[in-house]
């Protein structure tokens, strides 16, 4: 399996605090991506990475963030958590984005109260 | 922007060969057509990848006609282990000539005992 963990795996907070998810990867892979997953809506993508310093929004970015300083992570952050925030939340690395071949992390579940 | 539809769900008793259709009007000239696995509480896995015809490895078989508005996803002999959701992908290439990749809600297969 490709090197990508995810950090914290399983998070609870409230609404209106800002929450951190990390996506490490040793893979050295050029491309990282975050995705949420939701009943009904199948995965969804957030923000993705080209290079360090170098990100884009997806089609469901709004009330999200990214930074990624450091090859090897990709950060999602939320500055504000909301409840419809609550989710579940992939990372994926690729080397190439031409043939859409993406590794996947095991995912983190997060509940916004 | 491409789209793919595919069926929602799909029952199969074991030892079945399944099909599962996905179509892609849109498809672009230089776009491939991926299919992804995602057991329940995990990230997707890549199955398999092709541009045109027929594409086979260990785990399943792809079918693309000519035309290439929709491909078939062929599983021989499933198993209980094959029930997932199967998800379909075609490219997306945006201004900066990057693929994100959208995932759609996918194919849930049930396979029955």
């Known amino acids: 399996d490709a090197g990508i963990t995810q950090s914290p795996r399983h998070k609870v907070t409230e609404t209106g605090t800002p929450v951190t998810l990390r996506c490490h990867q040793t893979?050295?892979?050029?491309?990282m991506y975050w995705y949420r997953q939701d009943p009904g809506h199948g995965l969804r993508l957030i923000h993705y990475?080209?290079?360090?310093?170098?990100?884009d929004k997806g089609e469901v970015s709004d009330g999200y963030s990214v930074s990624r300083s450091k090859t090897e992570d990709f950060l999602l952050t939320l500055e504000s958590a909301t409840s419809s925030q609550t989710s579940v939340y992939f990372c994926?690395?690729?080397?190439?984005?031409?043939?859409?071949?993406?590794?996947f992390g095991p995912g983190t579940r997060l509940t916004v109260l | 922007l491409a789209k793919t539809t595919q069926p929602i769900s799909m029952d199969s008793y074991e030892g079945q060969e399944v099909n599962i259709t996905c179509s892609h009007n849109?498809?672009?000239?230089?776009?491939?057509i991926t299919w992804y696995q995602q057991f329940p509480s995990q990230g997707p896995r890549f199955i398999i990848q092709?541009?045109?015809t027929k594409v086979t490895n260990e785990v399943a078989s792809l079918f693309i006609p000519a035309d290439r508005k929709s491909s078939t996803l062929s599983l021989p002999r499933v198993s209980l282990s094959d029930t997932a959701v199967y998800y379909c992908?075609?490219?997306?290439?945006?201004?900066?000539?990057?693929?994100?990749?959208?995932f759609g809600t996918g194919t849930k297969l049930q396979v029955i005992p």
């Open positions: 994926a690395i690729s080397a190439d984005t031409s043939y859409n071949e993406q590794f």
């Open positions: 990475s080209y290079g360090v310093k170098d990100t």
């Open positions: 092709g541009y045109k």
């Open positions: 992908l075609v490219g997306d290439e945006d201004s900066g000539g990057y693929q994100k990749v959208t």
């Open positions: 893979e050295n892979h050029r491309y």
């Open positions: 849109n498809i672009a000239t230089n776009d491939y």
